[in-house]
């Protein structure tokens, strides 16, 4: 698809490419597409032309052709090889900072910063769904060791992080401090993809802003929704049939609210 400008508007123009086509194997071809008037923006006229379809490593050559009552006028010819624009490797490299605090002999709590398990939430599973959805498109994931170390740490030597601890702390007995350390951390999401689209996050949100003060009822929302709020979109809206045949999904909470 070509699009075209001519100067000044005029009645009666018409606007036409001729293409000279140049297979691998020698032989030449010509063809004409006529333009067709699309709009006119401002002094300029606008059209489109289609050439082609052209085979892989056809070599072509046009030039754009304009007349009008007065006169004929041409752009310089142009020219292009068929076939791929570039070579193209996808990678996505998966990785974390090493978080956790080596001095900790107990992993219980050894993560200062939740960013291991949330991301485990959301990216690594909705990365590899999205790109089932195209099984033509092949690409390479990177998961460095020291992420896969981390999550491991997690899964299976009973790791837990700070905001994880005050998760799963009763809002009843949660201190002053712990209390003031959740309703600082607990909004660290984006604001626009991970608070807004959901309301009772939003409305706790907006009452942080205000300074407004939270009931234990508020505090309990807001441990359960910084954490429904990282899940990926597929935990969320249904349920997740894993490798081992068991399903996850935390929709019931997202559609409690």
Not at 95 to 108: E, F, G, I, V
Not at 225 to 238: D, H, K, P, T, Y
């Amino acid at each position: 698809m070509l699009r075209i400008g001519t100067y000044p508007i005029e009645a009666e123009q018409t606007v036409w490419v001729e293409v000279q086509v140049f297979s691998a194997a020698g032989a030449q071809r010509h063809e004409r597409a006529e333009a067709h008037w699309q709009q006119n923006e401002g002094n300029n006229s606008y059209w489109e032309a289609v050439i082609g379809p052209f085979a892989d490593a056809d070599r072509v050559s046009y030039r754009v052709y304009g007349r009008s009552p007065t006169q004929e006028t041409s752009a310089p010819a142009a020219e292009f090889t068929v076939g791929p624009k570039i070579h193209l490797a996808l990678l996505w490299h998966m990785h974390q900072p090493l978080y956790r605090d080596l001095s900790c002999t107990d992993l219980k709590g050894a993560y200062p910063v939740p960013w291991v398990r949330l991301h485990a939430l959301r990216d690594y599973y909705s990365m590899a769904a999205l790109v089932r959805e195209f099984p033509e498109v092949h690409l390479t994931i990177n998961l460095v060791p020291a992420l896969l170390w981390q999550i491991e740490d997690y899964l299976e030597r009973g790791a837990t992080d700070t905001a994880l601890e005050l998760t799963l702390k009763s809002a009843e007995t949660l201190s002053a401090a712990e209390r003031e350390t959740l309703l600082s951390t607990f909004f660290a999401a984006d604001w626009h993809h991970q608070i807004y689209p959901h309301p009772r996050y939003h409305a706790l949100f907006e009452q942080r802003a205000r300074g407004d003060s939270f009931t234990v009822q508020d505090l309990r929302d807001l441990q359960m929704w910084s954490n429904l709020a990282w899940f990926g979109f597929e935990f969320r809206s249904a349920e997740v049939f894993l490798p081992d045949g068991s399903a996850v999904s935390v929709k019931r909470f997202v559609d409690k609210g």
